[in-house]
């Protein structure tokens, strides 16, 4: 597919007025096609999603920690908790509840490290 000298010199230039984020507005037929550059584009509903899972999933990992295998499951909880609050999740309550569970899971450890110097519990009869 050749293009004429015409087609290619529009092609640049909007190509350039793009990579400077303006945006431009080009008509085929009968349909106008609106072009936008990145930095006017939205973060990607997925990304929002994704965030939002995290969140959730940061609040369950933090609360199943509590109970069992707090040593592997609270800093996986902050760990997701926070990437949750970096990418701008809509679950921001969730989110800090998964933070704030997940570092009082490190702390149950901490404690019980401290009084039974293991890294487990259970009731001594």
């Not at 009968?30 to 999933?57: F, H, L, N, Q, Y």
């Not at 800093?75 to 989110?95: E, K, M, N």
């Not at 998964?98 to 039974?116: I, T």
């Amino acid at each position: 597919m050749q293009l004429t000298a015409t087609a290619r010199s529009e092609r640049a230039a909007r190509s350039e007025r793009t990579t400077r984020g303006e945006s431009t507005e080009s008509t085929r037929g009968d349909a106008a096609v609106r072009e936008t550059s990145m930095s006017e584009a939205r973060p990607a509903p997925r990304t929002r999603r994704d965030a939002d899972g995290m969140a959730v999933a940061a609040f369950v990992l933090g609360l199943v920690g509590l109970l069992v295998m707090n040593m592997v499951l609270g800093p996986i909880a902050v760990v997701l908790a926070g990437l949750a609050l970096w990418r701008g999740t809509a679950r921001r309550g969730r989110a800090l509840l998964g933070l704030a569970l997940g570092l009082a899971d490190l702390v149950v450890l901490a404690v019980l490290v401290s009084a039974n110097g293991t890294v487990g519990w259970g009731i001594s009869g």
